[in-house]
């Protein structure tokens, strides 16, 4: 190669590195969404091209962080991913690469209350379920604003905020993307969250919440309060197709059998009225894949660096394992979003 070809090359790099280290100015009004919520924000200890990441003192680490993955620009479909109870957006990273190689705009928030080192008011707080809606509410304006189609989706809790969405906001979505949708809980748990002052009993229980544990990602235990604020989620959304709301609109579900946290009853009732057409990738129960694990991919889980001599660990579903059949339901999902172009 000669000197000049050389000089070419190494000024071409540069201004790649320019062009990945500076964020484009379109995604500045996510960070708005932080602002307040975590009191501040701060720049990454690792930036990745093509990832647009609100980092901030107030989280357990930069892995809990809000982000988007983009292309420069804006492109013609977004698609919106919220993870679930206890989570972090740390969990959509092995899914979310996926979906921006089709050459989708991919977002993944952060709920109220997750992520951070101290998270004690948040999960008291009884206006929880109502926050999330909020923010799920902006994030999706601001997606609409990127893309003229716009993908909902989200894990467990993530996924019924997402099916509450659809039903307040009918006709605005491209489709729907469930991961082990929270749409059913266990059903004595459904039957307590009717029993007056389950709430305030619950706050007690919860006592001085803890965020950290054995899962940098996660918090080590699912706060008994905010699980309720999601019962008022679950409810709501059933409340809202008994009232006649229409779903009518491309879903995707994935789910496994054998969860016993969100049992797969949930999301086959309410695929049950979409009038749209709906796919499937239900894994076997004889795979034993555990409620938390379904979004889990190998990398994944050597990232958590999990230590599991804090836990129990002949408690099932306490350590986290990969899901065996996340490259099946990777593939399924690009499928589906190919076939609804």
Request: include cysteine; charge should be negative.
């Amino acid at each position: 190669m000669s000197k000049l070809s050389l000089i070419v090359l190494g000024l071409s790099l540069f201004v790649v590195q320019i062009s990945h280290a500076k964020s484009p100015d379109w995604l500045i009004p996510f960070k708005t969404f932080y602002a307040e919520e975590l009191g501040t924000t701060a720049d990454c200890k690792s930036p990745k091209p093509f990832v647009y990441k609100i980092c901030s003192s107030a989280l357990k680490n930069d892995g809990n962080a809000a982000y988007v993955y983009h292309h420069n620009q804006p492109t013609d479909t977004t698609v919106v991913l919220f993870h679930g109870l206890s989570d972090s957006p740390f969990f959509f990273e092995s899914i979310a690469p996926a979906i921006h190689q089709l050459g989708y705009t991919v977002i993944v928030p952060l709920l109220p209350g997750h992520g951070k080192l101290d998270a004690d008011d948040d999960m008291e707080d009884g206006d929880l379920a109502k926050r999330w809606t909020s923010h799920v509410d902006e994030v999706m304006a601001f997606a609409h604003t990127l893309s003229p189609n716009v993908y909902i989706g989200g894990f467990s809790t993530g996924g019924a905020l997402s099916a509450q969405h659809v039903l307040t906001h009918p006709d605005q979505q491209k489709g729907l993307i469930l991961f082990s949708g929270a749409l059913a809980l266990d059903e004595s748990v459904e039957g307590m969250a009717g029993i007056w002052g389950i709430k305030s009993l619950a706050k007690l229980l919860d006592w001085s919440y803890q965020t950290q544990g054995p899962n940098p990602y996660k918090y080590p235990e699912v706060s008994r309060h905010s699980a309720f604020m999601l019962t008022d989620i679950i409810f709501d959304v059933r409340d809202k197709l008994a009232d006649g709301n229409v779903l009518n609109l491309p879903i995707f579900s994935v789910h496994s059998e054998a969860d016993a946290t969100t049992p797969i009853r949930g999301v086959k009732d309410f695929i049950k009225q979409n009038a749209g057409q709906s796919e499937t990738f239900f894994i076997d129960a004889s795979y034993q894949v555990c409620h938390a694990d379904l979004v889990v991919s190998e990398s994944q889980l050597n990232d958590m660096q999990y230590d599991a001599s804090k836990v129990d660990e002949s408690e099932s579903c306490k350590v986290p394992k990969a899901n065996p059949k996340h490259a099946e339901m990777i593939a399924a999902l690009i499928h589906f979003l190919n076939n609804n172009k």
